[in-house]
């Protein structure tokens, strides 16, 4: 989602909107001159904020419906055809990728989480919708499921590696943690925010970190694991569910990557 702002408007309008414009600002045509005060604020899909840019300059009706056709055809084939790169090399007996969404920011949250053994999919899981939450909230919650999830695959003898896109999530547990709980859960600056799920990440990560990797991916770069564990985040907003539950349906990969992204 993208916010409407001076530089947004400013980036899509060199001399005189278009009606198209006015469209996906969700602006009257009989509003013109007010635009910019009436789309201020607003939030656009990436898709519509994209559009916006594109349609910059074009003052030709014609023209205006062939562009937005024609991204729209790009929109469709995108969804259809997911670029994902082959599953790469995991480290370990298990890998597990850990994900969380929020849909605005703040707004509906959920979090997903990919299992993979012997670098086969082995388990998809999803939940911790919450209706107002964060995109941070979320991925320390998936990323605390996951340490639950590794804990279990220790407890088996399995080596174990935790990939998470979330440096924030990483860096709580791994780097910030350290010094807050010697300062008695106090930093400089002000409160500590998701200071709960946090101590119960950090405290669960200290147990079982002799046995357990926890790595950083690069979000939305093509890896399989990440994509559907992004995919289980919206799939728990869609379906609300609080609970942190295994994804039960068939699990086709194909399937599940054309799914609504975050």
Not at 28 to 43: H, M, W
Request: charged residues 25%; contains cysteine; glycine residues 8%.
């Amino acid at each position: 989602m993208q916010k409407v702002t001076e530089a947004l408007l400013a980036l899509g309008v060199d001399r005189e909107i278009n009606e198209s414009q006015l469209t996906l600002l969700g602006v009257d045509k009989n509003e013109k001159k007010r635009y910019k005060e009436l789309s201020l604020g607003k939030e656009l899909s990436d898709a519509r904020a994209e559009l916006f840019v594109l349609l910059n300059g074009i003052n030709d009706k014609a023209l205006e419906e062939k562009i937005i056709a024609n991204y729209k055809a790009l929109q469709k084939f995108r969804k259809e055809e997911p670029q994902v790169k082959t599953q790469e090399v995991c480290q370990g007996d298990v890998t597990i990728y850990c994900d969380g969404g929020c849909t605005p920011n703040p707004g509906e949250s959920g979090s997903g989480v990919a299992v993979y053994k012997n670098g086969a999919l082995f388990q998809l899981w999803y939940g911790l919708y919450e209706p107002m939450g964060t995109n941070n909230t979320a991925e320390l919650g998936a990323l605390y499921e996951s340490l639950c999830l590794a804990q279990k695959e220790a407890q088996k003898g399995n080596s174990v590696s935790i990939k998470c896109d979330s440096m924030y999530a990483i860096n709580c547990i791994k780097t910030w943690a350290v010094s807050w709980e010697k300062n008695g859960w106090t930093k400089k600056g002000g409160a500590i925010k998701n200071l709960d799920i946090i101590k119960k990440a950090y405290a669960l990560y200290n147990e079982i970190k002799k046995d357990v990797k926890l790595l950083h991916i690069k979000a939305h770069a093509g890896f399989e694991g990440n994509e559907l564990a992004d995919r289980m985040t919206m799939y728990a907003i869609q379906e609300k569910s609080e609970a942190f539950v295994q994804y039960t349906k068939e699990i086709d990969v194909a399937a599940i990557l054309k799914m609504r992204a975050g």
